[in-house]
């Protein structure tokens, strides 16, 4: 028998596998069958802020009768809005504390800085076991520079951990220039954990209906390749604990993960696929391949990546295609 016990976030989980932010746990029932089906943990649906302005514009596109042009019902609306939106999740985080036996994540994402801070404090309240800060909005903006950015992370975080208690896990976007110094930096902060990475929002374009249209929305199988890059860098480097997301949609390539150095995987794309009795046949192969191996436990995992590093670290690092192949002919 094999223990798949890990900790994340100074959290004791049964087994690595996390169910990441998604439709999937918006809700109690859903949240129960992927707790029946073996998740250790879930994070709940993210809070957006956007969504709540999203939410007001309609609202007074539709008018609000005579209070249109009422300034203080309007701020008292706003407010409204966002009490109501944190308080079902509020409410979903104490159903599920109460009723499931999972680890529950808070994720949230705010585009003003005040929310940040507010929105986290508000969950903690409720019972969740650690809090997501999903940060990432693209810049577009020509006169921002790599620096003012992180900083802009920088910020929020440090005002986060300023006013909650609970551990803080920040999930990085892919695209960044300087991944390695933002996690030392997060670290340092005192972050306990980051994830690897965002997924996001693709727009494509109709030819035939003359619009623009939602790209591919779940990821592939190919997408691993990326987080499995950066957790078998950052591991041992920064003194966070690493959750890789993206691609994951086998047991094989969760496994890797674990090699890598990761303390735990998110899936969300290979649930709405297979359903959540897919999280069985994860655990059922992760357990076979360790059983073939006598691993005995997932630090035995991670002490047989240790040994594979040595090898040759650079190729985790290595960009540039020609440099190995450059000479290659068919």
Not at 40 to 65: D, P, Q, T
Not at 181 to 193: E, S, T
Not at 269 to 298: C, H, P, Q, V
Not at 310 to 317: C, I, R, S, V
Request: net charge negative; proline share 3%; charged share 25%.
């Amino acid at each position: 028998m094999v223990d798949l016990k890990t900790k994340y976030l100074g959290l004791e989980l049964k087994n690595p596998i996390i169910v990441g932010s998604s439709g999937l746990t918006g809700n109690f029932e859903s949240i129960e069958r992927l707790a029946a089906n073996g998740a250790a943990a879930v994070v709940i649906k993210s809070l957006f802020e956007e969504e709540i302005r999203m939410e007001y514009r309609h609202s007074l596109s539709k008018g609000l009768a005579d209070q249109d042009s009422n300034l203080d019902f309007l701020d008292y609306f706003d407010y409204e809005l966002k009490h109501d939106m944190l308080t079902r999740c509020s409410a979903l985080i104490r159903d599920v504390k109460s009723r499931l036996g999972i680890k529950v994540i808070a994720s949230i994402n705010c585009s003003s800085a005040g929310e940040w801070f507010s929105y986290a404090a508000k969950l903690e309240e409720a019972g969740a076991d650690a809090i997501e800060l999903n940060i990432y909005r693209l810049e577009t903006d020509v006169n921002m520079s790599a620096a003012s950015i992180s900083e802009r992370y920088l910020n929020i975080v440090k005002k986060v951990l300023d006013h909650v208690s609970i551990p803080v896990a920040v999930k990085l976007p892919p695209y960044m220039t300087d991944t390695a110094y933002m996690a030392g930096q997060l670290a340092a902060l005192g972050v306990k954990g980051l994830v690897l990475f965002n997924r996001f929002y693709n727009p494509d374009i109709d030819l035939e209906s003359n619009r623009i249209v939602s790209g591919q929305v779940y990821s592939n199988p190919s997408d691993y390749a990326w987080p499995l890059r950066w957790i078998s860098v950052l591991s041992g480097k920064v003194d966070v604990d690493l959750a890789a997301s993206n691609g994951i949609h086998n047991a094989e390539t969760a496994v890797k993960m674990i090699v890598a150095g990761a303390d735990a995987v998110q899936l969300v794309s290979a649930i709405y696929k297979n359903g959540a009795g897919y999280l069985l046949d994860i655990l059922t192969g992760f357990e076979k391949w360790m059983k073939a191996r006598d691993f005995k436990d997932l630090e035995a995992v991670r002490s047989y990546g240790r040994s594979l590093k040595p090898a040759d670290p650079g190729l985790f690092e290595r960009v540039q295609f020609m440099k190995y192949f450059g000479d290659y002919s068919i």
